[in-house]
């Protein structure tokens, strides 16, 4: 099910790195600040240690189960992970990395390729091209935003990672809480209708907000928001195109 996306037993941070100014090191920081009671799983083949947690060089070393991985590497290398998640049983993946579909061209294939390697081995795939994910109630914070909201009954689900921020800065100022924030990305697998569903069955979620550039397959959003709106309300803001 989806909802384990947000609630693993380990999570293993594949890229993470042990300078600071790097995504993969602000993933890991995150994590581990964010009060995380799971187990965390630093993948970095050069590094014996990061923030004190052992590193593994791969993720196929890691001796125990991985239920969530989340991928900051370069985008030719992704693929070659997401193999080796698969081969690993890993469930779900969030793939941060960027040069997929939005670049055209070949980023259009390795993503095609990169969904086809979720599908051969059952794993659910937020992204590519993303923030990550914050659940303030597990909790769990795999993104490389600068902070971590305080709990709250709203859920954000974004396509634009550059609003999730503002938002998240708007709403420490002011005090406000949020259950789940979820970058979408590309959207290769998992889209707003999925995390719809799910936040509508999640009972730390009174409200959904929901920032959209696209919808793939307007007649499922529209059966499913009906449904769940019966329940809580669902605000919808859809980016506009300026000629």
Known sequence: MIEDLFSPRSVAIIGASRNPAKVGHTILRNTVKSGYKGKIYPINPKAKEIL?????KSILDVPDE????????????VLNVAKECGEKNVKHLVIISAGFKEIGGEGVDRERKLISIGKKYGMRILGPNCLGFIDTYTPLNVTFAAAMPRKGKIAFI????????AILDWSIRRGIGFS????????????????????????????????????????????????????????????????
């Open 52 to 56: 004190g947690i052992r590193c593994y």
């Open 66 to 77: 991985v239920d969530l991985a989340v991928i900051a590497v370069p985008a030719p290398a």
């Open 180 to 243: 789940k924030i979820i970058s979408l990305g590309n959207k290769a697998d998992l889209d707003e209708t999925d995390f719809i569903r799910a936040l509508g069955r999640d009972k730390n979620t009174n409200v959904i907000l929901l920032y959209i550039e696209s919808i793939e397959n307007g007649l499922k959003f529209i059966e499913v928001a009906r449904k769940v709106s019966a329940e809580k309300p669902i605000i919808v803001v859809k980016g506009g195109i300026t000629e």
């Open 158 to 165: 974004s396509q634009s990672g550059a609003l999730i921020t």
